[in-house]
């Protein structure tokens, strides 16, 4: 039985595909990539989604491939085999932490101008919870967003934040109000480009 349980001959032959990817358009640059500190996102997230790996379990509206949860894990164990920890997981922080909120919760604005673009691998995503003095304590975190009149304010500092330096977008998770005691933390999606010059530099940062 094993494996068969949960994948057919569909999610092999997917697995194979990633594998193949795996093999020939990361591993021999991981070494390079480790070199130099970086390695190019927009370049490897746009190949991967047009081979439809990034979205494979998202809807077909949204620029995915409308496929069960066990073709995720498919590409997500392929991933398991490139030869460092960066890279499966900023692959994994594309798919699977950054972009499930707006899938979940968003607008249809937010689809269009997020979500899609980052399945086809156009746009590079982050997700900011962590600060310097809130980790495993996400309640305690500080950075506050403030409502300007159709926008919000942030103020606050986040930290480990992979895909940071190169995102286009970050899901980012912020204190609005104390409502009956309770601290309201709601997602917000933040562009890269942005009016405020000062937003751009501590952006980088927060990388
Ligand atoms: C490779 C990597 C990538 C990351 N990427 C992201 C990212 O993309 N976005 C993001 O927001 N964050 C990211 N993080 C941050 C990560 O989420 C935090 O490191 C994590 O939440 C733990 O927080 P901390 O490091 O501050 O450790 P702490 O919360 O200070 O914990 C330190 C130690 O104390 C233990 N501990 C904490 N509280 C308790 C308790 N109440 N009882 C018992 N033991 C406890 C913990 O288990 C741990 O061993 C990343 C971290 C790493 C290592």
Redesign the pocket.
């Given at each position: 039985m094993g494996n068969d349980l949960y994948f057919g001959k569909e999610h092999e032959q997917v697995r194979k595909a990633v594998r193949d990817f795996v093999t020939k358009e990361i591993n021999p640059h991981v070494d390079d990539w480790e070199e130099k500190g970086i390695a190019p996102l927009h370049d490897l997230f746009k190949k991967m989604g047009d081979l439809g790996f990034l979205g494979i379990r998202y809807d077909e509206k949204w620029g995915g491939e409308g496929l069960d949860y066990w073709y995720e894990t498919v590409v997500l164990e392929e991933c398991a085999r490139i030869h460092c920890g960066g890279i499966p997981?900023a692959i994994a922080?594309q798919m699977n932490?950054a972009t499930p909120a707006i899938y979940d919760f968003g607008s249809d604005y937010l689809k269009e101008t997020y979500l899609k673009p980052a399945l086809r691998g156009d746009l590079v995503a982050?997700?900011?919870?962590?600060e310097p003095d809130a980790?495993?304590?996400v309640a305690a975190l500080k950075t506050f967003a403030k409502k300007d009149g159709d926008h919000y304010i942030l103020n606050g500092s986040?930290t480990?934040?992979?895909n940071g330096t190169q995102a286009d977008f970050l899901t980012l998770l912020a204190r609005t109000a104390m409502i009956r005691g309770i601290t309201v933390f709601p997602c917000l999606w933040c562009p890269r480009t942005s009016p405020d010059s000062r937003s751009a530099k501590s952006w980088t940062n927060w990388a």
């Amino acid at each position: 039985m094993g494996n068969d349980l949960y994948f057919g001959k569909e999610h092999e032959q997917v697995r194979k595909a990633v594998r193949d990817f795996v093999t020939k358009e990361i591993n021999p640059h991981v070494d390079d990539w480790e070199e130099k500190g970086i390695a190019p996102l927009h370049d490897l997230f746009k190949k991967m989604g047009d081979l439809g790996f990034l979205g494979i379990r998202y809807d077909e509206k949204w620029g995915g491939e409308g496929l069960d949860y066990w073709y995720e894990t498919v590409v997500l164990e392929e991933c398991a085999r490139i030869h460092c920890g960066g890279i499966p997981m900023a692959i994994a922080v594309q798919m699977n932490m950054a972009t499930p909120a707006i899938y979940d919760f968003g607008s249809d604005y937010l689809k269009e101008t997020y979500l899609k673009p980052a399945l086809r691998g156009d746009l590079v995503a982050a997700i900011a919870v962590t600060e310097p003095d809130a980790g495993s304590d996400v309640a305690a975190l500080k950075t506050f967003a403030k409502k300007d009149g159709d926008h919000y304010i942030l103020n606050g500092s986040k930290t480990f934040i992979t895909n940071g330096t190169q995102a286009d977008f970050l899901t980012l998770l912020a204190r609005t109000a104390m409502i009956r005691g309770i601290t309201v933390f709601p997602c917000l999606w933040c562009p890269r480009t942005s009016p405020d010059s000062r937003s751009a530099k501590s952006w980088t940062n927060w990388a």
